[in-house]
């Protein structure tokens, strides 16, 4: 079943890459059907995938306060002339106000959150946490958690201009530059875990997950429109 859930982790990943954006949602909304699926028909509960009713008010609390953290450390990088470099990011300046308002509410936290989270702080975690315990479960879906994102680093060094300044524009800082994305999203995967065995509920990683790439986005594209102006 294990071997199953990255197959179906990997043709989700294979097939955003080859359609179009539209279909983005759908597909991860799919996956984590599928992952759930895979993951009840191992044997696996609800308590177990971190979707359990008793951790929910606690997972909850646990929520407000990570995104509340994440917007006060975001407006104080944005206010500091130093951090503010990271916020130029061509991917979220581009966006017109409606794609915007779909990539924050939708795309977001109905996609990636949504797909993410299951798939490698539910269902990847538990099952290895099953068979070999909380610490491996942690390491293998954080390097999973950081394998995923090559693709998607790749264009890292064009779109981020931080990015660009610390690691060139060349071929040798777009691998440096995607070497450094996987080692911290397979960091942040750590962190992410531990937040959801501490809690015993996915809602922590997911709000933080969720704060961290849709008010990423928000103030990027506000950002540019204020520099702009």
């Known amino acids: ?3 199953l859930a990255v197959v179906v982790l990997a043709a989700a990943n294979a097939l955003n890459a080859l359609l179009t954006p539209g279909w983005y949602v759908p597909v991860c909304a799919v996956a984590a059907l599928l992952l759930v699926l895979i993951a009840r028909r191992s044997g696996l509960t609800w308590d177990d995938l ?6 929910a008010r606690r997972g909850m609390r646990w929520g407000l306060v990570l995104t509340g953290a994440v917007l006060v450390v975001y407006l104080v990088g944005l ?13 979220a300046a581009g966006l017109s106000p409606g794609e915007l308002v779909y990539r924050v509410l939708v795309r977001v936290p109905l996609g990636t959150v949504l797909l993410e989270e299951i798939a ?3 269902v990847l975690w538990a099952m290895v946490w099953r068979r070999w315990g909380p610490v491996w479960a942690t390491v293998v879906s954080s390097v999973l958690f950081g394998l995923w994102h090559v693709q ?4 890292l060094t064009r779109a981020n201009a931080a990015a660009q300044a610390v690691f060139g524009a060349g071929q ?5 530059s995607v070497t450094a994305a996987v080692a911290g999203t397979a960091l942040a995967g750590v962190l992410f875990c ?5 809690s015993g509920s996915l809602i922590p990683p997911v709000a933080l997950h969720c704060a961290l790439n849709s008010a990423g986005y928000a103030l990027a594209w506000a950002a540019s429109r204020w520099w702009a102006a």
């Open 120 to 122: 490698f702080r539910g």
């Open 152 to 155: 998607p680093s790749r264009g």
């Open 194 to 198: 531990e937040l959801r065995r501490r």
């Open 1 to 3: 079943m294990l071997l």
């Open 79 to 91: 206010a500091l002339p130093l951090t503010r470099e990271a916020f130029q990011d061509e991917r």
């Open 50 to 55: 971190g979707l359990g009713r008793v951790a």
């Open 172 to 176: 040798v800082g777009v691998a440096l």
